[in-house]
């Protein structure tokens, strides 16, 4: 697909805000849940808040999963694992946040 083969180059932000914009306009608009597979459709919003986590853009990849990934009508284990595993990698990036906030702060000498 087009969202794994240019996430596997080398990318600026710029080039990662492109392929996202490009994908949402031109692509998402065919994803259809009632038309087409569901997982296909919500397997590529799972890479659209993977992207965003790459440009360290927390709120909009969670705002994509809560809208797309983590859905109504969830029926299919597919759909399920996959928003389970977007789940675990937020949890991690906010973990890492927090830790190099707590680092930071640490560091700092008091006043």
Request: aromatic share 14%; net charge negative; no cysteine.
């Given at each position: 697909s087009l969202i794994h083969a240019?996430?596997?180059?080398?990318?600026?932000?710029r080039d990662l805000q492109a392929l996202?914009?490009?994908?949402?306009?031109q692509g998402s608009p065919y994803w259809n849940i009632r038309e087409k597979h569901a997982f296909i459709t919500t397997h590529?919003?799972?890479?659209?808040?993977?992207?965003?986590?790459?440009?360290?853009?927390?709120?909009?990849?969670?705002?994509?999963v809560s809208t797309h990934v983590w859905r109504e009508n969830l029926d299919r284990r597919a759909d399920q694992i996959g928003a389970l595993s977007m789940f675990w990698i937020l949890q991690?990036?906010?973990?890492?946040?927090?830790e190099q906030t707590v680092s930071s702060v640490q560091s700092q000498p008091p006043k």
């Open positions: 240019r996430y596997f180059q080398k990318n600026t932000p996202i914009s490009y994908i949402v306009e590529n919003w799972w890479h659209i808040a993977l992207l965003y986590l790459e440009l360290d853009d927390l709120d909009a990849a969670t705002q994509i991690m990036v906010i973990d890492s946040k927090m």
